[in-house]
T-cell receptor, first 113, second 112 residues
Framework: DAGVIQSPRHEVTEMGQEVTLRCKPI?????LFWYRQTMMRGLELLIY????????DSGMPEDRFSAKMPNASFSTLKIQPSEPRDSAVYFC???????????FGPGTRLTVT | QQQVKQSPQSLIVQKGGISIINCAYE??????FPWYQQFPGKGPALLIA?????SEKKEGRFTISFNKSAKQFSLHIMDSQPGDSATYFC???????????FGAGTRLFVKA
């Protein structure tokens, strides 16, 4: 298996633009997580899904953030409109069980100017 | 209750030395304690994990020590190497629960 795949790897956009980050989890993993990593706040859980259904989105910072998982092999995290403070590395992770090992993707480094 | 407190924030160790990173938790329902290793430009990856029914787990140069009564656990890296330079995250979760709670991370630099 290729592991968790994220795209794009780098995204530079201007404030106010819409940004869409994409994730393909490991096949057979029922849980998918979106994290944000910054120097100031560390690794933050934004939202996670079980069998394509959002379970907990309490970490989503604002209504500008939304996430979907239309099928078991694809998820998106959208920011609209983007702001400079959204600049961070966004990770997607998947697992067979949320309490056990999570497999992280390589991340998307987002820069909002 | 849900926090995992990790220290130190950063650590510099000489090659061949012992690196020690400590974590503490409050929720006694946690029953799985993994450590993740993250290299620059990469996502975190599971390094080693322990369950509270044992006090120590060793894998190569990496050892987790677990003190259930103190609600603390630590990662020891023996004979630290420059290739160990990375950010290390401790974490905690509950079997049957839905979240893994991560510590703030420790940036380790091993000097050659």
């Amino acid at each position: 298996d290729a592991g968790v795949i994220q795209s794009p790897r780098h995204e530079v956009t201007e404030m106010g633009q819409e940004v869409t980050l994409r994730c393909k989890p490991i096949s057979g993993h029922d849980y998918l997580f979106w994290y944000r990593q910054t120097m100031m706040r560390g690794l933050e859980l934004l939202i996670y899904f079980n069998n394509n259904v959002p379970i907990d989105d309490s970490g989503m910072p604002e209504d500008r953030f939304s996430a979907k998982m239309p099928n078991a092999s694809f998820s998106t995290l959208k920011i609209q409109p983007s702001e400079p403070r959204d600049s961070a590395v966004y990770f997607c992770a998947s697992s067979l069980n949320p309490a056990w090992e999570q497999y992280f993707g390589p991340g998307t480094r987002l820069t909002v100017t | 209750q849900q926090q995992v407190k990790q220290s130190p924030q950063s650590l510099i160790v000489q090659k061949g030395g012992i690196s020690i990173i400590n974590c503490a938790y409050e929720n006694t329902a946690f029953d799985y304690f993994p450590w993740y290793q993250q290299f620059p430009g990469k996502g975190p990856a599971l390094l080693i994990a322990i369950r509270p029914d044992v006090s120590e787990k060793k894998e190569g140069r990496f050892t987790i020590s677990f003190n259930k009564s103190a609600k603390q656990f630590s990662l020891h890296i023996m004979d630290s190497q420059p290739g160990d330079s990375a950010t290390y995250f401790c974490a905690a979760s509950m079997i049957g629960g839905f979240k893994t709670i991560f510590g703030a991370g420790t940036r380790l630099f091993v000097k050659a």
